[in-house]
C-alpha cells in the first residue's frame, strides 16, 4: 500500500444533479489526450537543476533524520517526491530538466494529501469495532460542529449497532479525542442524556 497515493475528500465541493460536459471541459480533454501523446514519446534521462537538488537534498535530510525510524509512505516519500518532480516537468515542457519550483511543488502537493491519506491507508486495515467507530464519526462530522443527540445517532445506525455497541464506538471516539460529549439533563427514568459534536 505504501506506493499507492489515495486522493481522498471527507465532502464534495459541490453538488452536481447531472453532469453535463461543457464546451471548456471537451477542450481540455483534447488538451490532455494531446499532452499525454507527447509525453509518452519523449526520452532520454530527466536531470535536477543544482539548485534544484541542493534544495530536494536539504529536504531529504531533514524528512529523513527528523523521526526516527520511518515505514510505508513515510520511508518512500522521498521517491513520490522525485517522481512527481518529474511528472510535473514533463507537463511543463520537454526539456526533461526539474527545477526548484518542480521540487517545491511536489514537496506541498503531496503534503496536501497525507492527512486525508493516512486515514484511507488505515481504514483498509480497520476493525469491525473502528469500522462502527468511523461510521459514526462521519455521522456526527456531518453536523458540521453541531451537537448530534444519543437518540438521533441510534436511530441512524440502529440497523447494525445496538445501544450498547453505539456506547462502545461513542466512548472510542471520546477517548480518542475525536469528540465531544456534553451532558444535556436526564431523562424519565433519572439517566444522563447526552450530545455529541465533532472535535
Not at 511543488?105 to 486515514?119: F, G, H, N, Q, V
Not at 491507508?121 to 460542529?145: H, K, Y
Not at 453541531?146 to 464506538?169: C, F, H, N, P, S
Request: net charge positive; charged share 25%; with cysteine.
Amino acid at each position: 500500500m505504501s506506493r499507492f497515493l489515495f486522493i481522498f475528500a471527507e465532502k464534495m465541493s459541490k453538488i452536481v444533479t447531472m453532469p453535463v460536459m461543457t464546451a471548456e471541459m471537451a477542450q481540455n480533454k483534447a488538451n490532455l489526450i494531446s499532452d499525454l501523446e507527447i509525453i509518452r514519446n519523449l526520452r532520454g534521462q530527466m536531470t535536477m537543476e543544482t539548485i534544484a537538488y541542493d534544495y530536494y537534498d536539504k529536504w531529504y535530510h531533514a524528512w529523513m533524520g527528523g523521526a526516527g525510524t520511518f515505514s510505508g509512505y513515510q520511508a518512500k516519500k522521498h521517491t513520490f517526491v522525485q517522481k512527481l518532480s518529474m511528472i510535473l516537468s514533463a507537463c511543463e515542457s520537454d526539456r526533461l530538466i526539474i527545477t526548484i519550483d518542480h521540487v517545491k511543488s511536489a514537496i506541498k502537493y503531496l503534503t496536501a494529501i497525507e492527512r486525508d491519506m493516512m486515514e484511507v491507508t488505515s481504514s483498509i486495515f480497520v476493525t469491525p469495532g473502528g469500522e462502527l467507530a468511523e461510521r459514526v464519526l462521519g455521522i456526527i462530522r456531518s453536523f458540521d460542529g453541531k451537537e448530534i443527540d444519543r437518540t438521533t445517532l441510534q436511530k441512524r445506525v440502529w440497523r447494525y449497532a445496538d445501544a450498547e455497541t453505539l456506547g462502545v464506538a461513542l466512548n472510542t471516539l471520546a477517548t480518542a479525542e475525536l469528540i465531544s460529549v456534553f451532558e444535556v439533563g436526564r431523562d424519565g427514568g433519572g439517566r444522563v442524556k447526552r450530545s455529541y459534536a465533532a472535535l
